[in-house]
């Protein structure tokens, strides 16, 4: 199964750029990743939101340095965040998606997760799919600092904070949440 796939145009870059030249992403002062990965993070959300909504967001109408400097979406009923990770192939259902336990406190308004793999060789955004927070819940894994995540291939790394793991075959495909 291939999961939808988006071309990351130079619009989107440049949004992104505009955005941090002003914004400072790493908030929560432990794990806030490096700048590169912090905006090709900032470039999925926004990719994502023009397929939802059909337009890239203003973000100069986003309040700067709140929580994360993550962009909700709202849509239908729903605050979707976008979460995102960085590889040079493309995703597979085996693959797994995180998110830090700090991010599932009541300050982060989100109530559904689109999980999605930036391809940094084709330079595309794939949407693996989504998950409501009440079901990611109860169906992701939480790993704790000093624990190990294995892969199916064998290799492992150390868990630095508290995050939760779901593989990308327990999400929704993501034309039913359209």
């Not at 790993?143 to 790394?157: A, T």
């Amino acid at each position: 199964m291939g999961y939808p796939r988006i071309k990351i145009l130079p619009e989107a870059e440049e949004i992104v750029d505009d955005f941090l030249e002003g914004n400072n992403l790493g908030m929560r002062g432990f794990d806030d990743g490096a700048p590169h990965l912090q905006r090709n993070g900032k470039i999925a959300e926004v990719s994502v939101y023009k397929v939802l909504k059909g337009v890239y967001p203003d973000l100069k109408k986003q309040k700067k340095n709140h929580s994360d400097g993550g962009l909700d979406i709202p849509y239908r009923d729903l605050i979707i965040d976008a979460k995102s990770k960085m590889s040079r192939g493309f995703a597979k259902p085996h693959f797994c998606g995180n998110i830090r336990q700090c991010q599932m406190g009541k300050s982060y308004a989100a109530n559904t997760y689109i999980f999605c793999q930036v391809n940094t060789v084709e330079w595309v955004v794939e949407i693996c799919g989504w998950i409501s927070k009440v079901d990611f819940l109860k169906t992701a894994t939480l790993y704790y600092p000093h624990s190990y995540f294995i892969r199916d291939n064998g290799s492992k790394f150390i868990i630095n904070v508290p995050s939760y793991f779901i593989q990308y075959k327990f999400l929704n495909e993501f034309k039913f949440l359209l």
